[in-house]
Nanobody, 115 residues
């Protein structure tokens, strides 16, 4: 059973930065695609960024140029560096891992950006 644990959320002023971490249990972490998603109140959960096992990344348009996803397979951890944060980035951020059979989600971490 895979467990994903997010950390690093918090309250930050507009223009500030945060780095989220997603730590995974399980020995096969390095071969799977991992992504960050977010959900603001009243909105559907949406893709933020994904990264393949080989390090290829993909970003949603609203975060391109401001957010960077990376992974350290030796530490079973994926990161999301968020710079130039805006109030509209306020949401609960979730980590997700897709295997060939299952999808796993973390419990989420709150990011609040004040104006």
């Amino acid at each position: 059973q895979v467990q994903l644990v997010e950390s690093g959320g918090g309250l930050v002023q507009a223009g500030g930065s945060l780095r989220l971490s997603c730590a995974a249990s399980g020995s096969s972490f390095g071969i799977h695609v991992v992504g960050w998603y977010r959900q603001a109140p009243g909105n559907q959960r949406e893709l933020v960024a994904t990264i393949t096992s080989g390090g290829r990344s993909n970003y949603a348009d609203p975060v391109k140029g401001r957010f960077t996803i990376s992974r350290d397979n030796a530490k079973n951890t994926v990161y999301l560096q968020m710079n130039s944060l805006k109030p509209e980035d306020t949401a609960v951020y979730y980590c997700r891992m897709d295997t060939t059979k299952y999808t796993f989600w973390g419990q989420g971490t709150q990011v609040t950006v004040s104006s």
